[in-house]
């Protein structure tokens, strides 16, 4: 698909240094083997840990070689200082890994994954990453545990914040964006970083949406649903992956043979190496799946997993089990070289420092601050806007910012904000101050907390809004409300938010919901009765500015959404892309749906609107019928009817009406942004064949068999063109 061929440039780099590193006559594998040669089993199991931060009680385990990879410590000043003692100061001088979590930003914090997805743009995400790369290298961090590619059906995880939502196509293309991103053209320089697929493998159909539960899952809607980002990833050419903590199908997915041996080395040829999440091979005891820690180094290390993170396990035990005979010492061989590998590859065997004279050049530059509002202007998402209330006049006479998020510094971070700080952040009220017209008076209140229950405040807002022109209501989720160990119950607004907007809204004053949350929510009221909603995530540090640029119109909005907004909690997990019921919902009471509520969501995936308008027409078709080893091309024209300029992602989904296993009642195969004039036409084109036409069997073999489909080039996953065709 088109999408894919502004991208090939990085796959050839990532092969060519794929080829250079792992390649059996490479310089550098023989230097490897060397070095592992004068390796005592000591310093290779030394190399398998990683311990989290650093005190003056691990410089003897740095000294002595028993610490391989040190995470959440970072500066140049600090890095620099305890990779001299393991380079300067220890046997081997074998350098120290430092890892971070580069989620969305090192310094400059960029909106979440979430909401970067919904740009639906992977040169976008693709730059953020390199940015956040570029800063995180300059404080000394060399590996960044992300991108985190599940794919999240269910709005009660909190994790979802950290995805690109519930599509695998859309899933796949921004999992190698990011990887591309972070990794860059060359992983040893020193803008660039090692990534990191998270978390191997569907840790994101946690039962109930529970963070760290259980997960059973068929192999089918493994090889179709789960593992394709990280397959993704993998021919992206991703360094390093993570095993995940949940089980898969009653064995933990960090000793996991299947995914990890099999799916992973096997079946796609994974050169680099796997972390356990954070103290996962411990937890293997926890599950009931290990007997004592001895017996969780066992089965983890001859699962496949490579470093222990934070459990302490391999170091305790596996110097016994390899002198008992119960581990082969070729399986940490193999493990050590895997790790050795990657050192080299980021070229820390060269150069171990980083300058610390550049650190604060690079950290918040002002080119990063501007693509920050940038990115995240194009991430948020008009979810409505009746009777063109948006965008707002620059002139009007009086504004109310109204809600507990407006001036909340902490909250536009979101979750996982590395090293971004409060006093960075821009605020709505900031914003709003910097872009409207010295003659707009903005009065400003709470209202209310995020969380209280007190509604003592709804007076001092009411009395505002009453005196204002329109009324921005700022809600959600406050930062530590999603993310991990962040699951939720209820998906309405928290606390008495709702009843504050009920309270402005009987104002009669025009209102404006801007809402800040790391995962879709139930609101089903506000979709009813408040005349226009953005969507804006947690959307970074500037944040207020972008917020700004849309509500104002220097910005028309271009996202849609990556996930489904469900009307109720009830109807978790709720996904486009399910698989048809044998009683298909209908004015018969004995068909799938429920007594009291729609089964559809409250806004479908792939939904936004803009400040323009976009008509859809003359779909066409190269051929009705093709070979299954055939391509058909499908066109239709788009044009701008509004009255301003615009972007319109289109998208492109099938469904295979009849096959030997139950397929989707529509799956997205492809989508393009195009940016029209008003009154401009384009036309856009979608190839189709075997890729887009076929399937996995339980078996994990792709498959394409004959039968007729039906295709539509759409705004959202609810609505398009419609046409068919058939495969022979």
């Not at 390796?39 to 003897?60: A, C, P, R, V």
């Not at 749906?593 to 089964?599: A, I, N, R, T, V």
Request: charged share 20%; glycine share 10%.
């Amino acid at each position: 698909m088109k999408v894919w061929k502004s991208i090939t440039v990085f796959f050839v780099a990532i092969f060519l240094l794929i080829v250079s590193v792992y390649g059996q006559e490479s310089p550098t594998n023989a230097k490897i083997e060397t070095l592992l040669s004068r390796m005592t089993l000591e310093d290779k199991i030394g190399q398998l840990n990683q311990h989290s931060g650093f005190s003056e009680d691990e410089i003897e385990a740095v000294k002595q070689g028993q610490i391989g990879s040190l995470l959440n410590v970072a500066g140049a000043e600090q890095t620099n200082r305890i990779q001299r003692m393991a380079v300067e100061e220890s046997r081997m001088g074998i350098p120290i890994l430092f890892g971070i979590d580069v989620i969305h930003g090192f310094r400059t914090i960029f909106p979440i994954p979430l909401a970067q997805a919904c740009a639906w743009d992977p040169d976008l995400v693709r730059q953020i990453e390199a940015i956040a790369a570029k800063e995180a290298r300059a404080a000394g961090i060399h590996w960044t545990f992300s991108p985190m590619v599940d794919i999240a059906r269910d709005a009660r995880w909190g994790r979802i914040a950290e995805g690109a939502g519930e599509d695998p196509y859309l899933g796949s293309v921004l999992a190698a964006a990011r990887v591309q991103g972070f990794q860059g053209m060359d992983v040893s320089s020193s803008q660039s970083i090692m990534a990191c697929v998270k978390h191997y493998v569907a840790y994101g159909q946690a039962d109930a949406g529970r963070d760290y539960n259980r997960v059973d899952v068929s192999r089918k809607t493994l090889y179709e649903i789960y593992l394709p980002p990280f397959k993704a990833g993998v021919e992206a050419g991703v360094m390093s992956v993570m095993s995940a903590f949940n089980t898969i199908s009653g064995i933990p997915a960090t000793a996991n043979p299947f995914t990890l041996r099999e799916v992973l080395r096997g079946q796609w040829g994974f050169g680099g190496f796997v972390v356990s999440d954070w103290g996962s091979i411990q937890e293997l005891v926890v599950h009931g799946f290990a007997a004592n820690g001895a017996d969780a180094a066992q089965k983890a290390l001859q699962a496949g997993v490579d470093m222990d993170m934070m459990g302490h396990i391999y170091g305790s035990h596996l110097l016994e089990l390899v002198c008992t005979g119960d581990v082969p010492s070729s399986l940490v061989d193999e493990a050590v070289r895997r790790i050795l590998t990657a050192k080299a590859a980021l070229g820390l065997f060269d150069q171990p420092y980083v300058d610390p004279d550049k650190e604060g050049d690079i950290l918040l530059h002002k080119d990063h601050l501007a693509y920050a509002r940038h990115a995240a202007g194009r991430s948020m998402v008009l979810l409505k806007n009746e009777n063109h209330l948006l965008p707002l006049h620059k002139n009007m006479k009086s504004i109310a910012v109204i809600g507990p998020l407006f001036d909340s510094k902490d909250d536009y971070l979101g979750t996982w904000a590395c090293m971004g700080r409060s006093e960075d952040v821009v605020t709505i009220l900031e914003g709003l101050r910097n872009n409207v017209s010295s003659g707009t008076t903005i009065q400003y209140a709470k209202g209310c907390n995020v969380l209280d229950e007190d509604n003592t405040d709804f007076a001092e807002a009411v009395t505002i809004a009453e005196q204002s022109d329109v009324v921005i209501a700022v809600v959600g989720e406050s930062c530590d409300m999603s993310g991990e160990a962040a699951s939720r119950t209820q998906l309405d607004l928290p606390g008495k938010q709702r009843e504050l907007l009920e309270a402005l809204h009987e104002t009669g004053t025009p209102i404006v919901v801007v809402l800040m949350n790391g995962r879709p929510l139930s609101i089903p009221w506000v979709a009813e009765h408040i005349p226009a909603i953005l969507e804006i995530w947690h959307p970074g540090v500037q944040g207020g500015n972008a917020v700004a640029d849309v509500l104002l119109g220097d910005t028309n909005p271009s996202g849609k959404l990556t996930v489904s907004f469900p009307w109720t909690v009830g109807q978790c997990p709720i996904y486009y892309n399910h698989e048809n019921t044998g009683r298909p919902a209908d004015e018969n009471k004995y068909t799938s749906k429920y007594l009291d509520c729609p089964d559809t969501p409250l806004f479908p995936f792939g939904h936004g609107l803009s400040y323009t308008t976009f008509e859809y027409g003359n779909l066409r078709l190269s051929q009705d019928a093709i070979e299954r080893d055939g391509t058909l091309t499908v066109r239709a024209d788009i044009t701008n009817t509004g009255a301003v300029e615009g972007e319109e992602i289109v998208q492109l989904y099938i469904r295979d009406m009849i096959a030997s296993l139950v397929r989707p009642v529509k799956e997205l195969k492809g989508f393009q942004k195009i940016h029209l004039r008003p009154g401009e036409k384009k036309t856009v084109e979608f190839s189709i064949g075997p890729k887009e036409t076929g399937f996995y069997d339980p078996e994990g073999r792709f498959i394409v068999q004959p039968g007729d489909f039906k295709l539509w080039i759409a705004w959202n996953s609810a609505d398009g063109l419609e046409g068919q065709f058939r495969l022979q």
